[in-house]
């Protein structure tokens, strides 16, 4: 083998193939809020999944008449600091979602805990073609001071 300056061809090899695993294990890292995000979806996806997906389908389509679809971009975004309370509290008051006017009322969910809450909503504003980022539990808490 040939040496460079002292140092043979192999240990340039091996030092160079160590530093690429670690340089890339740095960067394939997660930063704090993305595992905190990542959690909300799997704990948020799970909670929808038993008590949502009966009503609004697995990918959020809705059912027919009877409950709206969660694909509204749009409507979610405008009503995300109401939201909290429709979960917790249910919905009796008629809403136009993509042009379509629902008026079946929603079940309150009582039981869950502002946590869980936040952790559906989270789910529901990232998936079905929503991308709106975090929702934190504090959030929900503040929200629900607001319900009418």
Wanted: hydrophobic share 35%.
């Amino acid at each position: 083998m040939s040496k460079i300056k002292g140092i043979s061809f192999r240990k340039i090899v091996v030092y160079s193939l160590f530093g690429m695993a670690i340089s890339a294990i740095i960067n394939s890292c997660q930063s704090a809020s993305e595992i905190e995000m990542a959690k909300y979806l799997s704990n948020g996806k799970d909670i929808y999944l038993a008590r949502c997906q009966n009503c609004h389908g697995v990918n959020g389509e809705g059912l027919g008449e009877l409950a709206p679809p969660l694909t509204d971009t749009v409507f979610l975004k405008d009503n995300k600091e109401k939201l909290a309370c429709y979960i917790k509290n249910g919905v009796s008051e008629p809403m136009q979602i993509h042009g379509k006017t629902y008026q079946e009322k929603m079940p309150a969910f009582k039981d869950l805990h502002d946590i869980d809450i936040a952790q559906v909503m989270v789910y529901i504003t990232n998936s079905f073609g929503n991308k709106q980022g975090m929702y934190t539990y504090e959030q929900v808490a503040r929200d629900l001071q607001h319900c009418k």
